[in-house]
């Protein structure tokens, strides 16, 4: 590929703009442009819809790696919430339908009523 460098930057910078969900890391950004080349070598024109091109294309290939689902912290709350859910679970047997009806409720759980006489 024989283009300046300046036509390659601002190309690839109205790229990035275009498609900020592209996730940059060092094997997506050479797979990229391996393609690229290869298509510029072939005759096609360097373009912003070339690069985007070759990105549909390598998506669609599952040649491209995907960024790192980001993790949640959980709040203090939700993290007492779930410990009070997994100790009703684990203690379930040991409850008559009250108790359990009553832990599940105050966990923010539904529970239909099974039985109107307590």
Same mark, same amino acid.
């Given at each position: 590929?024989? @283009?300046? #460098? #300046? @036509?390659?930057? !601002?190309?690839? #910078?109205? &790229?990035?703009? !275009?498609?900020?969900? &592209?996730? *940059?890391?060092?094997?997506? $950004?050479?797979?990229?442009?391996? *393609?690229?080349?290869?298509? *510029?070598? $072939?005759? $096609?024109? &360097?373009?912003? #819809?070339? @690069?985007?091109?070759?990105?549909?294309?390598?998506?669609?290939?599952?040649?491209?790696q995907q960024e790192e689902p980001k993790v949640a912290e959980l709040s203090w709350e939700e993290k007492v919430r779930q410990k009070d859910i997994a100790d009703t679970a684990k203690y379930a047997d040991n409850m008559d339908d009250r108790q359990l009806e009553s832990r599940l409720r105050g966990a923010g759980m539904y529970v239909p009523r099974t039985s109107t006489m307590y």
């Amino acid at each position: 590929m024989n @283009i300046p #460098d #300046d @036509i390659q930057k !601002r190309v690839a #910078d109205e &790229f990035a703009r !275009r498609y900020p969900e &592209f996730h *940059t890391s060092p094997h997506n $950004a050479k797979v990229l442009r391996e *393609t690229v080349e290869q298509c *510029t070598d $072939a005759g $096609a024109n &360097f373009s912003v #819809d070339l @690069i985007s091109s070759c990105n549909h294309h390598l998506q669609a290939a599952g040649a491209l790696q995907q960024e790192e689902p980001k993790v949640a912290e959980l709040s203090w709350e939700e993290k007492v919430r779930q410990k009070d859910i997994a100790d009703t679970a684990k203690y379930a047997d040991n409850m008559d339908d009250r108790q359990l009806e009553s832990r599940l409720r105050g966990a923010g759980m539904y529970v239909p009523r099974t039985s109107t006489m307590y």
